[in-house]
């Protein structure tokens, strides 16, 4: 190595180093970390939170629809408060007409379980109390008592909304807006379609799987 | 005969032609940069980072964005700017139990953030895993089949805005950051498109704009953020962001109101009563590859 060679090296790097520290931008900025006080047990917050209720009529779809447009339901009450239901009929899976869409699936629960004989106009819990329509969550946490647990505390269930109530409303999901009552079990869907692949070798070729893997 | 006064010498002459040609070669091997200043504007290259913007800087700049946007996109948007809260940590928690798989999240994702339609981009990459396994090495986040398959669990997958996140150790040009409220954001237009972040990240979290992203006018979410959702050029990398700006302003991610399982659950982690705080007091959480110290903010749990 010639002597000077050393020294041009040297400058090359320092004007390479001047160049590339302009392009970096100041330092990151400091992440937050106080902890903030906890809300007082019960204290409001600036905006509500709204259960999303289902719909009003306890009944079953009538297969037309009504003036508006929607299906038309028939409250229970309109023919079982004279027709009392027969036994064999319990989970209302072999019976057409108004109670085509009914059948039960649900563990061994009946039409009884929950509705309350005779008319079945509100529902009851299994000490025979009665519960609104509006608070049928009740009825769910008798025997689903973890989730309704996690519900409670807003860790089961969807919603949408705001996170932060003091600067909006929430609405929340009822147990019936994803389960069925008499289906509980979330039916299988088709998932949406996936993005075009990018370790795809060849078209049509399979891709290859494990993308996290490592 | 002194070395100066010699006539050149064949060795002289092959050096110099070799340095000729390893010239000529590197210039050639740049001359890509020189391509895109055409389509630039003086304005658009002296823009500054996102950090030294002054307010009127920010101004002219989101004026601009939102007008190349109505000419590109043929759509009024508004891009904004919002910061992040005091004392706020945003912080995802994900039941791995609830989770079927269905890939609203990500479709969602699509929507929200004006992605490219053509791809069918998203942040989001669900996993389906062998049930009681959890062997990423054999997940496989390319299924089509109806979900949930009876003996497969589901993992949805995106930035999990570590605390120590490595794809903005490895930027050479600080354009992604961490942001106080924890969201790791990218200056779109000071990103110079390396992917190095993108090979950085554990989780596969950021994607990379490989053309102009086409979205037809009818569907561009016009609420934009320049941090966030805003329509990114060509050539730069992109990742989540939580939806920030749906969240600065205390709104729910986009992923989180379209899961229909109910298996998110988001919030603020420097409160103590908020709901994520919630799953990791009251469940066993863990989070993606621990081992490798990128401290995530995204919790996996389980329930009955």
């Known amino acids: 190595m010639h002597r000077g060679e050393g020294e041009r090296v040297w400058a090359i790097a320092l004007a390479l180093g001047a160049a590339a520290g302009c392009f970096g931008g100041p330092d990151p900025r400091p992440l937050a970390r106080d902890e903030v006080a906890p809300r007082a047990p019960g204290a409001a917050w600036a905006y509500p939170e709204e259960l999303h209720r289902p719909y009003a009529v306890l009944g079953t779809n009538a297969g037309v629809d009504d003036a508006n447009g929607k299906p038309a339901r028939i409250p229970c009450r309109v023919c079982h408060d004279r027709l009392e239901p027969k036994d064999e009929n319990r989970y209302a899976l072999r019976i057409g007409g108004f109670h085509a869409g009914v059948a039960i699936e649900h563990g061994d629960l009946t039409c009884r379980s929950c509705h309350e004989p005779p008319r079945f106009e509100g529902f009851r819990l299994q000490d025979g109390r009665p519960v609104a329509y509006a608070d049928v969550m009740r009825l769910c946490a008798q025997c689903h008592g973890l989730q309704a647990r996690d519900w409670q505390r807003g860790l089961h269930g969807g919603m949408t909304g705001h996170w932060d109530r003091d600067s909006g409303p929430r609405t929340r999901n009822h147990c019936i807006d994803c389960h069925h009552a008499h289906r509980p079990a979330i039916p299988r869907m088709v998932p949406a379609p996936l993005p075009l692949p990018r370790f795809q070798d060849e078209p049509g070729q399979a891709a290859r799987t494990g993308d996290l893997d490592g | ?304």
């Open chain 2, 1 to 304: 005969m002194d070395e100066r006064t010699r006539p050149l010498r064949r060795r002289t002459l092959l050096k110099a032609a070799a340095g000729a040609v390893g010239v000529a070669a590197a210039g050639r091997a740049f001359s890509p940069l020189l391509g895109p200043w055409d389509s630039l504007t003086l304005d658009e290259v002296l823009q500054r980072h996102y950090s030294e913007l002054t307010p009127e800087d920010k101004e002219r700049v989101f004026r601009r964005l939102e007008e190349k946007a109505r000419q590109d996109y043929g759509v009024a948007v508004t891009i904004s700017d919002p910061q992040p809260r005091p004392r706020t940590k945003f912080g995802y928690a994900l039941n791995l139990s609830l989770c079927i798989g269905c890939r609203q999240c990500a479709q969602a994702c699509h929507r929200e953030n004006n992605h490219d339609r053509r791809t069918r981009n998203t942040y989001i990459t669900v996993m389906e895993i062998g049930k009681g396994t959890l062997d990423l090495s054999r997940a496989n986040s390319r299924y089509d089949h109806p979900v949930p398959l009876p003996d497969k669990t589901y993992m949805p997958v995106q930035c999990q805005q570590c605390d120590r996140p490595p794809c903005t150790a490895v930027c050479p040009v600080r354009a992604t950051w961490k942001e106080p409220d924890g969201i790791v954001v990218v200056d779109y237009d000071w990103c110079i498109g390396c992917r190095y972040c993108e090979a950085a990240c554990p989780y596969h979290a950021r994607r990379f704009n490989w053309a102009k992203p086409e979205v037809p006018a009818a569907e561009v979410n016009p609420d934009q953020a320049y941090l966030s959702n805003r329509i990114r050029p060509a050539g730069t990398m992109e990742k989540c962001t939580f939806c920030l700006h749906r969240v600065r302003m205390g709104r729910l991610p986009a992923c989180l109101e379209a899961c229909p399982a109910g298996a998110r659950v988001f919030g603020n982690l420097l409160d103590p009563g908020s709901e994520v705080r919630q799953v990791i007091a009251t469940k066993r959480v863990y989070v993606l590859k621990e081992g490798l110290g990128t401290v995530p903010s995204f919790y996996y749990f389980f329930t009955v």
